[in-house]
Each structure stands twice: as structure tokens, then as C-alpha cells.
């Protein structure tokens, strides 16, 4: 039997940590795609559609948890499901 499962919608501000208040963990359940400017990243781990804004992690800073620290890069950001 084939399962339809219908996509849950992405939201405007989405979290790829756990332990924000902006991780929605169904939307996980799928490949999230995520263009900055008309080019894919493969490193966001958190963005804002209507504010124009994804975070990627620092290559090498870490902050005092053991994090990697998140730059911020601003252009136009479209999120969709692979």
C-alpha cells in the first residue's frame, strides 16, 4: 500500500538546531532545499524568508558550548522541499 503523506508547508523562519524555538521537526522529515541569491547552499542551518537572511556555520569558530558560531548572509532566500 502506498502511503500519501502531504508535505507540511515550510515556515517563514526555520531552525535546523533542536534547541530553538523555530525547529519544526516535521518539516525535517523531508530534503529541505535552500537558494540564497538564485545559488543552493548545502550549509544553512537556520534562515528567514520575509527578512531576506540565512545562518551558516563558522568554519572553525566555536563558541563557549562547542558550537560552530553562525555568520549571517542577507539576499533574497527561497526554501523548498528536494
Partial sequence: MSENKTRPELPDHLAGNPRSPYFVEEC????????LNGKERTDVEEYCVSEGW???????ALDRRGQPILITLKGTVEAYYV
Fill in 28 to 35: 525535517f522529515e523531508y530534503q529541505i532545499g535552500i537558494r
Fill in 54 to 60: 540565512v545562518k551558516i556555520p563558522s568554519p572553525k
